[in-house]
């Protein structure tokens, strides 16, 4: 099935990590967090990814352009007739990416309605944002997905804590400590869609549509999204605080969405 990422958004909230870099693009253990939710698609046999480019668009493209060098130890022989000799292996010889400009200022639902055409005569596809990680069960998500029948799903999840989480006796003795908890409370939309063609009869080419607004709004007015809940990891990288926690949690091998 093919996974649609959106890609193309400016990311003015984390410009603080890097000003020459879109979102997507930002690393996480040395690599893009574009490429790790990609990675963990892949991990569930997902491996035909439609990328909606955007800002900074080109810095994608000579990424997977250049995917042999930038992911593979090599000798260069320089001169006239160059030549390359590659070291190692990557596992990613059978992805298929396709990178589609969907406009400099466009919104999500724009982005989306743009790309229909990559989508070809596919029932179903999923649909997720290009900077947010997690530990989802997708084959359950799937299930979940073809046995309602209804148009959308959305993976419902926990929104993390911003702040450390203190648990304590009566006596003021701490007993628990969590940096980054899961919040207890209701659920946030996480990304990680799924859709099914229909979804584009709710979609116009108009650059100020968000599909999470008037698209989103009048699925849930005609009965037609539902919600796969997932309790388990889910982190976005809005801020410098997110870029160094999902950094820090590769470094000690504690990132839960690594799963290869």
């Given amino acids: ?14 410009r603080d990590v890097s000003d020459n870099l879109p979102k997507p693009m930002i690393p996480v253990g040395g690599l893009p967090i574009l490429w790790h939710i990609m990675k963990y698609y892949a991990t569930w046999g997902h491996k035909d990814f439609v990328l909606c480019l955007g800002y900074m668009g080109k810095s994608i493209k000579d990424f997977f352009l250049n995917y042999e060098q930038n992911t593979r130890d090599f000798s260069l022989v320089l001169g006239g007739a160059k030549s ?3 070291h190692t292996e990557h596992k990613e010889a059978d992805w298929r990416v396709t990178l589609a400009e969907t406009g400099l200022d466009a919104l999500t639902g724009a982005r989306i309605k743009r790309i229909r055409k990559y989508i070809g005569d596919d029932e179903n596809f999923m649909l997720t944002y290009g900077d947010g990680v997690g530990d989802i069960n997708i084959d359950e998500l799937l299930k979940f997905h073809q046995a309602h029948g209804k148009i959308l799903t959305v993976t419902g999840v926990r929104p993390p804590g911003r702040f450390g989480e203190l648990m304590h006796a009566p006596d003021g003795q701490v007993t628990e400590f969590n940096e980054k908890p899961q919040a207890t409370g209701g659920r946030i939309s996480g990304g990680y869609f799924v859709c099914r063609r229909d979804i584009f009869d709710y979609l116009d080419d108009r650059e100020d549509l968000t599909f999470e607004t008037d698209p989103m709004r009048k699925l849930v007015a005609d009965g037609q999204m539902m919600v796969f809940e997932h309790d388990g990891f889910w982190q976005p990288m809005d801020t410098y605080r997110d870029y160094s926690y999902l950094n820090n949690a590769v470094a000690i091998n504690k990132a839960p969405w690594i799963k290869w």
């Fill in 1 to 14: 099935m093919k996974v649609v990422i959106l890609c193309g958004g400016q990311g003015t909230r984390i």
């Fill in 84 to 86: 390359i000799e590659y």
